[in-house]
């Protein structure tokens, strides 16, 4: 059996003939033209070397299969992987209650299967809420792993491919929960959801609850104005002053590493507003804040490396060594472009942060809206109850945390300086050209425009 990881989690254990039967359900469904290579079967036992070759051949035909836009979204593969993860995690198909948390911290009880794919539970959690149908494209189920001070870390949005309660209940640890959030990042979409009581409560509470975890920086009048709004229960006048406010709408990632402005620098990035922002600390412990706009992000790559376990054979290693990087190639200044490295155990999702944002930046461009009638499946109706859920309004804003220091911007942009560059000469054996993600929101600028 292979072990297929995505996303950076042991996802599911498959055979080579049950890869041989995706390739030819996809191959008679989309034509040989548009799948790529399959390994080859051989007639006798494959040797050691063999073996190594063939785990290596079909990663590279997953990859490619999973990066096509038309068969990485097809319905086939992603039931495949659906299907696969449900027999090597061992969950039998059955009814079940399943939690999913609010912002506020308000769980929402939802009676599904344990087939049911992530499109189907966050229907199960909207119908919960009575959260409309066009509005339900607005909001993301996400895996989060709750922090000591009650905080969440972000671990992934989840996927068509999963099954949220297999997902969730495969880690066998009460830390990691899934959450409603919503998943845009232009605050003008704001606008759409408030129209709906549920979808106003919803982001309100969001709004409320990263407020009180500093995710949006506060000063004392501010404070005083949002807390007085809270009292009024002007919701709509409270998110509108929060969306002036600094890092509105943003992710905030757990404290990382970067090679920027210099290797070994103590980052904290957050994600908003088609931009990464770096609040740095650099070796001599001053502190720097700047942006990389994705606009100007040419490609970016994830990458992992496993150290070699010192254990036993087939053990495998610690997930503490596991590291992960992500990496984008920045226009700095005209004809310019440098490599910029974050190490992360969450470098996945921000990758997926940034795709999600080019993805909102192109459809805007074409003159799309990402307001869409939610499809419904058309295999029957999903097994829940049929009460509705209010969304409780959370507490009144406590005071600032006075030990929370606003940060001091000290210049409005990174200083440009040397950083460790990954040369084409020196990647190409082993990151092929499908393991970056090339950005098509990308924009050549001249120094002008800097």
């Known amino acids: 059996a292979y072990n297929i990881h995505v996303n ?64 990485g979204g097809s319905e086939t593969f992603n039931s495949f992987l659906r299907k696969a993860q449900q027999e090597t995690q061992q969950i039998p198909t059955e009814e079940v209650v399943l939690e999913v948390l609010l912002s506020n911290g308000q769980k929402v009880k939802v009676a599904i299967l344990t087939s049911d794919q992530t499109e189907d539970v966050l229907e199960a959690v909207a119908s919960k809420l009575d959260l409309p149908d066009d509005l339900v494209g607005y909001f993301s189920l996400f895996l989060v792993r709750e922090t000591k001070d009650g905080a969440f870390s972000f671990v992934r949005k989840l996927q ?3 099954l949220p309660y297999v997902s969730v209940t495969s880690l066998h640890n009460p830390e990691f929960q899934i959450i409603l959030r919503k998943s ?46 809270q009292e009024k229960v002007s919701k709509k006048e409270f998110i509108r002053l929060a969306q002036t406010l600094k890092y509105y709408g943003y992710l905030k990632f757990d404290p990382c590493v970067t ?8 980052v904290v990035v957050s994600a908003g507003n088609n931009e990464l922002n770096f609040q740095v600390r650099l070796p001599n412990e001053q502190i720097k804040e700047g942006s990389f ?29 596991v590291k992960l990087e992500l990496a984008f190639e920045y226009l700095m200044s005209k004809d310019r472009l440098q490599w910029v490295t974050i190490t992360s155990p969450q470098a996945i ?10 993805d909102e930046l192109m459809v805007k461009k074409s003159g799309g809206s990402i307001r869409k009638m939610f499809r419904r499946r058309v295999n029957g109706a999903l097994r829940r109850s049929d009460s509705q859920q209010a969304v409780k ?40 050209a499908n393991d970056f993600h090339g950005n098509y929101a990308f924009e050549g600028i001249g120094d002008e425009d800097l």
């Open 349 to 358: 999702m921000l990758s997926i942060c940034l795709q999600s944002m080019v």
């Open 160 to 162: 068509e491919f999963e």
């Open 184 to 229: 845009y990042w232009d605050s003008a979409y704001d606008d759409d959801v408030m129209e709906h009581r549920v979808g106003l409560n919803l982001l309100y509470a969001q709004t409320v609850s990263d407020i009180e975890h500093g995710w949006i920086l506060v000063n004392k009048e501010q404070h005083r104005q949002l807390k007085s709004l």
């Open 259 to 266: 090679d920027f402005p210099e290797k070994g620098c103590h």
């Open 8 to 71: 950076g989690v042991l996802h599911c254990r498959v055979r080579y003939s049950q890869l041989l039967g995706l390739h030819e359900q996809l191959r008679k469904e989309y034509g040989a033209n548009v799948v790529p290579a399959f390994p080859p079967k051989k007639i006798f036992t494959l040797t050691p070397a063999e073996v190594e070759q063939r785990r290596e051949q079909l990663e590279k035909y997953m990859q490619a299969v999973r990066q096509d836009p038309t068969l």
């Open 293 to 321: 706009k994705v606009t100007r992000m040419r490609c970016w790559r994830v990458t992992s490396s496993v150290p070699m376990s010192n254990g036993p054979s087939g053990s495998s290693p610690g997930k503490s060594e």
């Open 393 to 432: 309004s959370p507490p009144l804003l406590d005071s600032p945390d006075a030990s929370r220091e606003p940060m001091a911007k000290l210049s409005s942009k990174l200083t440009s300086v040397s950083l460790r560059g990954i040369s084409h000469s020196s990647c190409t054996n082993d990151v092929g």
